[in-house]
């Protein structure tokens, strides 16, 4: 069995794949890199097979018909045969000398009595054209170098998650929590990361900057106008959600505290660019998605609707567009927009 697979989701990447590739290649035997070409039209195919037949004990070809980023990730969780499981954007890379770091990590925590349910680590914003490059950790948050439990996780600041790019999973774990990501659909990278969290009971955070996320193309779903264009998938996957986890049934305080605050920023952000695009028809959508969480469960609509950010649904006068802008802010922090 691998210790660590990592599935890279590919969609038309012939561009930049290569160098995604080549930065996972340096985890060597322990290392499953599984590069699921999602129905590419470009050399994506041909990239996968080349990497494939050069590394055949390290990298494997999956070749699906387009179901999007979701389906993707899917099929990596499906044919993972290592004991943990990351997913690493194609446009994305990692940092050797980190990588190196979670595999020895990873290496030890295997052989022990406890087993070890989620590994954090930090991620980089890697914005184009922008030379101090921001970096999202977790020191004075999580313990660190040390197993540990909700219990001893301290408290989050608004603005500060664990995002896909953070997480690494036992892999039997995305498995017996039923994580099935919906096809066709952008922003599943909360669900994944949102819909185990119940299931975790052991964590460990390793204080070293291992994801890179790359941000700056046009064309990218955290681009604010793509994600505008996009609002009904956003929605989408904030009803889910919704749907996913009875929050108020989590018997861990802390737990369910941070699940609470994770729900209420993406729905700052479907609140936000519902607003920012300034049609009466996201408007109504908006208005449509508050109607729906009340409808799905009062308790949580109060929750979110009565706390700091959960304001920003009404937004009369300057007041309003003060709290408008400042959890703008915040949720830029969250999602990386361009």
Known sequence: ????????????????????IETLLVGGEDVEIL?????????????????????????????????????AVNA??????????????????????AYRKI??????????????????????YEKDGVKNKKVMHYRGILPENQLFGWNEAGRFKKGRYILMHSV????????????????????????FVYVPLPHVKTMYYLDVDFYRYFIGREDQSVNEAVMIRR??????VNKLMVEAVDLWKLPNKKMRKYMFNYLEIITVVSTIMCIRSGTEENLQKKRELWKYMKEQDIRLFHRLRNGIM?????????????????????????????
């Open 1 to 20: 069995m691998k210790l660590l697979s990592i599935a890279i989701p590919c969609y038309n990447s012939q561009d930049y794949m290569e160098h995604c």
């Open 35 to 71: 590069i699921v070409n999602d129905g590419s039209m470009d050399a994506t195919y041909d990239i996968a097979n080349k990497y494939a037949e050069k590394y055949p004990t390290i990298v494997r070809a999956i070749h699906q018909e387009n179901g999007g980023h979701g389906e």
């Open 76 to 97: 990596g969780i499906r044919n993972a045969t290592g004991l943990y499981f990351k997913v690493v954007d194609s446009d994305d890379w990692v940092d050797e000398e």
């Open 103 to 124: 595999l020895e990590t990873l290496r030890q925590l295997s052989g022990g009595s406890i087993t070890l349910d989620m590994l954090i680590s930090n991620y980089v």
């Open 168 to 191: 690494i999973y036992r892999t039997q774990l995305l498995r017996e929590c039923g994580l099935e990501l919906p096809k066709h659909t952008f922003y599943v990278d909360n669900l």
């Open 231 to 236: 609002i009904d998938q956003q929605i989408k």
């Open 310 to 338: 959960g304001q920003t649904m009404n937004l009369p006068g300057k007041s309003g567009r003060k709290i408008s802008v400042a959890a703008y802010k915040i949720s830029q922090k969250v999602v990386g927009f361009n």
